[in-house]
């Protein structure tokens, strides 16, 4: 078992939280975000774009 395991994930959703502070993620390819999630999805034919968050 890696002991690494829980500061990755540490690391990694204290990342995303950052990210979404000021970014918002829309799907551009591959799926739509407001459509249910297709039981297979390719990887390599799905891309994810930041844009600037929305002011409140
Ligand atoms: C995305 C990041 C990481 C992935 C995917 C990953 C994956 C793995 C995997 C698959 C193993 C083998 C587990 C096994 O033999 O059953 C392992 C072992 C290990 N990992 Fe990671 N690891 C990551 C990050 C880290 C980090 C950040 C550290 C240290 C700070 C770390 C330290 C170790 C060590 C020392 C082992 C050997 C454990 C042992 O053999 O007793 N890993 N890791």
């Known amino acids: 078992m890696c002991p690494g395991q829980n500061l990755v994930l540490l690391?990694?959703?204290a990342t995303l939280a950052?990210?979404?502070e000021e970014?918002?993620?829309h799907a551009v390819g591959g799926f739509e975000a407001?459509?249910?999630l297709p039981s297979?999805?390719?990887?390599?034919?799905s891309s994810l774009q930041l844009r600037p968050a929305a002011a409140d």
Request: net charge neutral; hydrophobic share 45%; aromatic share 6%.
């Open 11 to 13: 690391l990694t959703s």
């Open 18 to 20: 950052a990210l979404l």
């Open 40 to 45: 297979v999805l390719d990887p390599f034919g």
């Open 23 to 25: 970014r918002e993620v």
């Open 34 to 36: 407001s459509r249910p």
